[in-house]
């Protein structure tokens, strides 16, 4: 019986018997693995165990549209089935039930809930459902116990080396979280592929609005058309909120006489109490209350979800690059640095959720992240030259 260490480049080179119906070789790797080449020119993949008497062949696919690395897995799989005493057609509905990637996901973007218990949000479903339809290819048709370690890191390489690092990071964190939401529900048995795959090292942004910039931004704003947009935009970088929490302001989460926003669940999966400064204030007062949301929107959630075009519009008018919404958030920390907050401050009132830091959080109340945050504004209004120093103003519209 010869043997074979199966890969692509020797299975496609042995060729078909002359003399003979069929010749059958032997995976090194997976001993129980065999390729059985027909005189026709077929190749298939089987499982070989013998079972009391009998020696039982197992039919897993064929090559190459079956790869060997999905043939190990699916022997892997059956060969624990026979270990546990299933018969030959227990072990073939068994292997025939195992869901692919593709499979998993959907059952994960249906059932899978978050810290909160709501289900995942329709945007990131679609995000999910891009990463595989973009990047994944036949690796989402393969079943699970068919997908190594060596799969998930070729992909993850492929992906960093055209230069989509954070495609690369996130096709990653998916494949763990699905094979993780399987292990869990125990739809699955085997191990996570993605473990120990190592992420690309993060990029560093420390993108925010400068001083000299801070005039053309706020003139900018003053001349939006939409005054939901405006006041939207105020709201990210007066409360450094998160962009999906301020999407989702409510006014019954609003307590403007104590000046304090409460998020019942953020990102990180804790609530928060957002300090509101005197301008934050301000811009909330002036705003109608018609409804739930603080910023309605067209759309299915009732509420703003995706800015883009508007900011845009707002980056080209006040002559600003690279940056993003969530650099306002930025900006309110770097200006609560520059006015003198130490980083448990920052941290307590962005809501950063670090090993470190938690347990001083914990130990802080509001008072000097408010301070903080109401320094750092009035510093922020007084360099874009909308105020004079311990002066609230509300921002000036233009006509």
Known sequence: MPKLLFNKTTLLAVESPLDKPATDYYDTKVPKLVMRVTKGGTKSFYVVRRVGTSVVWLKLGTFPDMTVEQARGEATKALAEFVGGANPAAVKRALKAEPTFSDALADFLEGKRKRDGTPIAPKTKRDYSDLVRLHFGPLAKRKLSAIERTDVKALHTKLTKAGKLGQADKCVALVSSVFMYMLDTEQYSGTNPAERVKKNPPVQRDRFIQPDELPRFFEALAGMPSPTMRDFFLMALLTGARRANVCSMRWADLDLQSGVWRIA???????????????????????????????????????????????????????????????????????????????????????????????????????????????????????????????????????
Do not use: C
């Not at 508007?310 to 900006?331: I, P």
């Open 265 to 399: 669940m953020t990102k990180n999966g804790t609530p928060q109490n957002v300090t509101l400064s005197p301008e934050a204030v301000v811009v909330l007062e002036g705003r109608e209350r018609a409804g739930e949301w603080v910023f309605p929107g067209d759309g299915a959630t009732g509420h703003i979800v995706e800015p883009k075009k508007a900011w845009a519009a707002l980056l080209k008018a006040a002559g600003l690059e690279n940056l993003r919404v969530h650099d306002l958030r930025r900006t309110l920390g770097s200006w609560q640095a520059r006015t003198g907050a130490s980083l448990p401050i920052i941290g307590k009132s962005l809501n950063h959720k670090t090993h470190q830091a938690t347990a001083i959080y914990a130990r802080l109340d509001l008072d000097p992240v408010r301070q903080s945050v109401n320094t750092a504004t009035s510093a922020m209004m007084e360099a874009a030259g909308l105020k004079e120093p311990a002066v609230v103003l509300q921002l000036r519209k233009q006509a």
